[in-house]
């Protein structure tokens, strides 16, 4: 069985980071783009960052570009996600996702599932 299962997140002070880690069980996803995503209470889950298969693109929402940063770690097929300069409205749950289709760039998310049971992060002000 496929799982994706995230961790690092917590309650920071506005300016603080985190890092955000995202382990795969059960197959590999080293052909596959990875994404994290957002839900905010009372809204749509959103698009945070991606990153290609190859971990050579990357891509992120305007809202957190500059201040976040994803990564990938084939070997252990983790997916990580560095936010910096961390805001109250960065804060919800975040999930961590994979392209269902092989060799992408991760620009296009409409085919992100295999979605984990996501991490909660609040920043106070």
């Known amino acids: 069985q496929v799982q994706l299962v995230e961790s690092g997140g917590g309650l920071v002070q506005a300016g603080g980071s985190l890092r955000l880690s995202c382990v795969a069980f059960?197959?590999?996803?080293?052909?596959?783009?990875m994404g994290w995503f957002r839900q905010a209470p009372g809204k749509e889950r959103e698009f945070v960052s991606t990153?290609?298969?190859?971990?050579?693109?990357?891509y992120y929402a305007d809202s957190v570009k500059g201040r976040f940063t994803i990564s990938r770690d084939k070997a252990k097929n983790t997916v990580y996600l560095q936010m910096n300069s961390l805001k109250p409205e960065d804060t919800a749950v975040y999930y961590c996702?994979?392209?269902?289709?092989?060799?992408?760039?991760?620009?296009?998310?409409?085919?992100?599932?295999?979605w984990g049971q996501g991490t909660q992060v609040t920043v106070s002000s």
């Open positions: 996702a994979a392209d269902s289709n092989s060799y992408t760039s991760g620009n296009r998310h409409d085919n992100f599932g295999s």
């Open positions: 059960g197959r590999s996803f080293s052909r596959n783009a």
């Open positions: 990153i290609s298969w190859t971990g050579d693109s990357t």
